[in-house]
């Protein structure tokens, strides 16, 4: 069982930048590729980035790509989502979410293992 806790959210300006956190519990998180959704007010979640278990494999959707990096550190049994250039469209609520397998392409919420409850980012315009 793993379990998982994101943090690190709140309200950010415009061209702002904010660090989540998303901790693990569990002795096989490092095992697990570690996937970041979002889920903006009145859309759907949507997949942003995945990092592979060791954390030398990153994949990144377009919109986010350059704005947005992940890491990870299995000695502390977290992952960090570091947001950049922040922009009014990037409020939603922040999952992070367990899978066994890395995969070098989209996601679907439906192939993880593992869910956190979110944070919420605001950002203002």
């Known amino acids: 069982q793993v379990q998982l806790a994101e943090s690190g959210g709140g309200l950010v300006q415009a061209g702002g930048s904010l660090r989540l956190s998303c901790a693990a519990s569990?002795?096989?998180?490092?095992?697990?590729?570690v996937n970041w959704f979002r889920q903006g007010p009145g859309n759907e979640r949507e997949f942003l980035a995945s990092?592979?278990?060791?954390?030398?494999?990153?994949y990144y959707v377009e919109s986010v790509k350059g704005r947005f990096f992940v890491s990870r550190d299995n000695a502390k049994n977290s992952v960090y989502l570091q947001m950049t250039s922040l922009k009014p469209e990037d409020t939603a609520v922040y999952y992070c979410?367990?899978?066994?397998?890395?995969?070098?392409?989209?996601?679907?919420?439906?192939?993880?293992?593992?869910w956190g409850k979110g944070t919420l980012v605001t950002v203002s315009s």
């Open positions: 979410a367990a899978s066994i397998a890395f995969k070098n392409s989209v996601r679907r919420s439906d192939e993880m293992d593992y």
């Open positions: 569990g002795r096989t998180f490092s095992v697990y590729a």
């Open positions: 990092i592979s278990w060791i954390g030398d494999n990153l």
